[in-house]
């Protein structure tokens, strides 16, 4: 064992550890692409690095930060001594499922329960008494960012020999959180005795430790679908009571998890007969719709764009990221979190960039930019990448709507309501959003963004036993579109690409 200093913190790691797993299972720093060195979001101050630059580390960096002492920490091996000091990291803006007072009528807990939504990006909790009032809420990014921002990255990561450190950050972050509530409301953790776990199946798998060998490839039939009870400590979960249980939703398939059930579950689009659908912008984007009292879903990769990830200044919706763009007297301006100097741009300021961008005319319908960048502030530009990286992602969740309108013989025009689902829908401009063609248009008028709506299921399952086989039943008898390979799909994404309706 030797001896590693960060932010002034001594850790004892193993000798031919690599700095990123340190990192990742501290939760300190974030690795997106999964430690490939193609980012750059991992840069640190390092100091006593054993191993020279990498090629990858030359081609990230401009040489100013490699002589201020900064590396790509993925790129890093660690050595005795070696002393690291992160970036400041601020707080997170991340949105919970703040409901002060829920109809609770068959509880699954006697004292204290809690619910959580373990996504992609961030985790979030709430804690509630048997009367149904919400007694304290946390949130704090997921630490298997560590391991790559998307659910394909954490898989291959699983498969090269890691599930069981993915398993831990997870399983040591939810602990935490749990602490956390029971600090904050002034109880006992050992008096909280139910839980309820919802997330997307990947999530779930890695969660549990269930093996993610099956959604590595086609035909991507998932073994497990949860919707069912554990005992806590089973699962590791150490931090309450120790007869506590845990209940996880069921996932409807490889890539429509439990979350996109909560939410269909919590926003209550299935108990009125007016044709509804529901949208989950996030990496894995889940859309489901219900219509003539049936249930369709389907999934597409959007990719983690939205949330600042791929994009050349992008980073989470914290302090310092441009979250609006416009335009004033012809010319570009922002908004910055916390009216500081901007540091980069979240995935609502993305948006707006692009539309700004399309409204300027610096980019045309088919996403070509004259430019190689334009600078939205002295400090933070926008990319020709960054716009494509959009096309893909915005073609994406656009396709994946009118698919599934498709699919059912139907179109826009007969929607009711799209429920936005997530903390992102809950910051994005919906006109902009039409303007880029990630939404349809002719929805945006429609459009009611709804939070965490997957988490907000979560309460309701926890609170009433008896939506557990309403929920089963959204998971089981729903009729799943597979996108890949539809030819429908196809001819849409290809169309959805341009920005134009």
Known sequence: MITVAVNGKQYAVQENENLKDLLARENLLAVPCGGRGVCGKCKAFVYGAKNPLTNEEKQTLTQTEIDSGIRLTCQVEVADGLEVRTFSENAYRIQGWAEEKSRAQTPMFTRYGVAVDIGTTTLACCLYDREGFLLAQASAPNPQRGFGADVVSRIQEALAGKAEALKTVIVTAINGLIESLAERARIKKAEIDGLVITGNTTMLYLFTGTSVEPLSHAPFEIKERFGKRYLAKELGLTALAKDATVYLPPCAGAFLGADIVTAVLSSGMCENENTAVLADVGTNGEIALWQNKRLYMCATAAGPAFEGVGISAGMAGQMGAIERVYLHDGAIAVKVIGNVKAKGICGSGVIDAVAT???????????????????????????????????????????????????????????????????????????????????????????????????GGAVRLLLNTQEWERCSAYANDSTVVILSGNPVFTEEYIERMLFEE
């Open 357 to 455: 961008l399309l409204k300027r005319g610096d980019i045309d319908e088919t996403g070509f930019m004259e430019e190689d960048c334009i600078y939205l502030t002295p400090e933070v530009s926008f990319t020709r990448e960054d716009v494509r990286a959009v096309q893909l992602a915005k073609g994406a969740i656009h396709a994946g709507i009118r698919t599934l309108l498709r699919s059912v013989h139907t179109d826009a025009e007969t929607v009711e309501v799209l429920y936005l689902a997530g903390g992102f829908g809950s910051y994005l401009d919906i006109e902009k959003a039409g303007e880029i063609g990630l939404l349809p248009k002719s929805l945006t008028k429609k459009t009611q963004p709804i939070g965490n709506v997957a988490l």
